[in-house]
């Protein structure tokens, strides 16, 4: 029984040798799970960040096209887009407006949720980019009257309109800069926030109701993004009437 305890040397075996390895300790595991366990955390954080980041430079974008419209009206009296731009800004901006205070199709008409947008809204890029108000405004084709501003979300773009939208019986009637993915003039109003996304810009710069406040999302969304109703939350953890919570995305807009 005393054979074991006796010096490597005297039981012939070599240090170093098979039976001379040994595991890791407790302690050098812990060391190794708590390393492992700041990496993943880092990991986490970074990409916390870095989508904090990117939702605060899209607001920063729609706050400079408030900024920019709210300049243009005090400077030509009317709305970009609504204006009769070309004798004053050349004709290379595309169409007029026709001055009746709307931008939209005709006197006090909104354009509602899922119906086609109108040339005033792409009259008001064109607009502002002439005055020197934005740049970065893009046109869809070699000399088309469609101009878009794309947005910092990529594939998104920004809309400006006056627009009517809301829960049924609910309905908001105003001047709105709006983030969604379709970027045709001529189609229908797409998604474009992810519904996480779109509540974390409401929570943080507004009242985080999806139908209430200055931020709120456009009824066409409802299902996917929110529950009905004027009261409605947002739908981020996989309530309401959407298949997946993958599916669920936000037009989003800023009222003025």
């Known amino acids: 029984m005393f054979e074991s305890l006796k010096p490597l040397a005297w039981r012939g075996l070599r240090p170093g040798s098979h039976d001379d390895q040994q595991g890791f300790t407790l302690i050098e595991m812990s060391i190794v799970l708590v390393i492992i366990g700041l990496i993943v955390g880092g990991i986490i954080k970074g990409q916390e960040v870095v989508a904090n980041g990117r939702l605060k430079t899209q607001v920063a974008q729609i706050d400079a096209v408030k900024s920019a419209v709210y300049s243009f009206q005090d400077k030509f009296s009317f709305l970009p887009g609504d204006f009769k731009a070309n004798a ?7 169409l007029d407006g026709n001055q009746d205070g709307y931008v939209a ?52 773009f920004l809309w ?20 969604q993915s379709n970027g045709d003039i001529t189609n229908k109003a797409s998604p474009a926030l992810r519904t996480p996304d779109a509540q974390s810009i409401d929570v943080k710069y507004d009242d985080g109701l999806p139908f209430q406040g200055s931020i709120m999302v456009s009824a066409n969304t409802n299902t996917n993004c929110s529950g009905t109703g004027v009261n409605a939350a947002y739908s981020v953890g996989g309530a309401g009437t959407a298949t997946s919570v993958s599916t669920k995305f936000c037009v989003m807009f800023w009222q003025f």
């Open 105 to 156: 199709g005709s006197t006090g008409s909104a354009i509602v949720d899922d119906a086609a947008a109108v040339q005033e809204m792409s009259n008001a890029w064109a607009q502002l980019q002439a005055a020197g108000l934005l740049q970065g405004i893009q046109q869809t084709s070699t000399g088309s009257t469609t101009y878009l501003y794309p947005a910092k979300i990529p594939a998104d």
């Open 160 to 179: 400006f309109g006056y627009f009517s939208t809301g829960p049924t019986g609910t309905l908001t009637t105003t001047n709105q800069v709006r983030i």
């Open 88 to 94: 004053v800004l050349g004709t290379v901006i595309g």
